[in-house]
């Protein structure tokens, strides 16, 4: 599945009007660039959304990530899917909150935290190809190493931090279930210059039932 990975209204009622765009994942960061409070983006967000909604967790001793997921939950109803840091307390709220909420592993750096997330129960674990890339020198090995540890297991690799369409490309040949990008990148990768090339020559050559 394609995602959306925005907190803004209007991108999202773009997103959902291109008809193959999946759900949303929003960050804190991005949540922190909306100008209306974080659960009345949310709200609205979850209205708009064909699908999954994600939120990611800001708290980070256990009981208060406990009481932010459900309280996420409250919020967004059914869609929702909480992204949790890999982190030590971070596995252990998965571990719990995945028995009554999706859950998704965010920040994932090494194929034994996926293994780890994967034990925990999460629906997803998430990579940052790009920005992995740039700390570790391959965000695509990354994806290749976590999708050989979840081989047969319920554990879906998201992939994030995609800056080109054929970085998108190349995540899911690595292994990726599914990818999550900005709504220029959605445009970007429904896009290419042969593909209008191509239509341009049909228009002018062609005939059709509308002429």
Aim: glycine letters at 6%; a negative charge; proline letters at 4%.
């Amino acid at each position: 599945m394609i995602y959306l990975d925005s907190a803004s209204i209007s991108d999202a009622q773009a997103a959902e009007k291109l008809g193959w765009v999946k759900g949303i994942t929003t960050n804190p960061t991005l949540l922190a660039k909306s100008d209306l409070p974080p659960e009345t983006t949310l709200k609205q967000l979850s209205e708009i959304s064909p699908g999954e909604l994600y939120y990611q967790l800001m708290a980070s001793d256990f009981d208060g990530m406990l009481s932010e997921g459900r309280a996420a939950y409250e919020i967004i109803g059914e869609k929702t899917v909480l992204k949790i840091p890999a982190t030590v307390v971070g596995f252990q709220v998965v571990a719990v909150l995945s028995r009554e909420i999706p859950c998704a592993v965010t920040a994932i750096y090494s194929a034994a935290q996926a293994a780890v997330s994967q034990e925990a129960g999460a629906k997803y674990a998430i990579a940052y190809v790009n920005r992995a890339t740039r700390l570790l020198g391959d965000g695509l090995a990354l994806v290749k190493e976590m999708a050989n540890v979840l081989t047969g297991s319920t554990t879906e690799i998201l992939a994030a931090s995609i800056k080109s369409p054929e970085e998108a490309a190349a995540a899911l040949q690595a292994g990726a279930h599914h990818l999550t990008v900005p709504l220029i990148m959605l445009q970007a990768m429904s896009t290419h210059k042969l593909s209008e090339e191509t239509v341009a020559d049909f228009a002018k050559n062609g005939r059709g039932i509308w002429e």
